[in-house]
């Protein structure tokens, strides 16, 4: 299950390249279903706080109308930074997954594509 949900999260990020920013993908699994997801829109929506745990938890929170998120994992596709690590433990995520070769596979290949 938990490679099922992560490779979601990979879809999101995959989301992201596509969109030039920096793929970071994020999904939040409720009940045994994915209740939000979310993708790194830092560039497109000029706003720094959009990075895709952000995005995922906005949507988590909505679809459960309660920004307690007790019963709810997280799946990253790379680790939390700071501001994620803070908003996740404010939201009361139940437990978050991060961290994928594949996902820092297509960081790496995104920082190429920046050179
Ligand atoms: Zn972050």
């Known amino acids: 299950m938990r490679d099922k949900w992560m490779q979601a999260a990979l879809a999101e ?37 959009s990075h895709a ?3 995922c938890l906005r949507r988590a929170a909505k679809k459960l109308g309660d920004w ?11 680790k939390p930074c700071k501001m994620c ?13 991060s961290g994928l070769p594949e996902g820092e596979k297509l960081l790496k290949k995104f920082f190429r594509k920046l050179r």
């Not at 307690?68 to 596709?77: A, C, E, M």
């Open 13 to 49: 990020a995959e989301k992201a390249y596509k969109k030039d920013e920096i793929p970071v993908g994020c999904v939040a699994v409720f009940d045994g279903k994915i209740i939000g997801r979310g993708h790194n829109l830092r560039e497109s929506l000029d706003d720094p706080t």
């Open 53 to 55: 745990e952000i995005m």
């Open 68 to 78: 307690r998120l007790y019963n709810v994992s997280l799946y990253v596709t790379i």
């Open 85 to 97: 690590r803070e908003a996740i433990k404010e939201a009361r995520v139940k437990r978050v997954y």
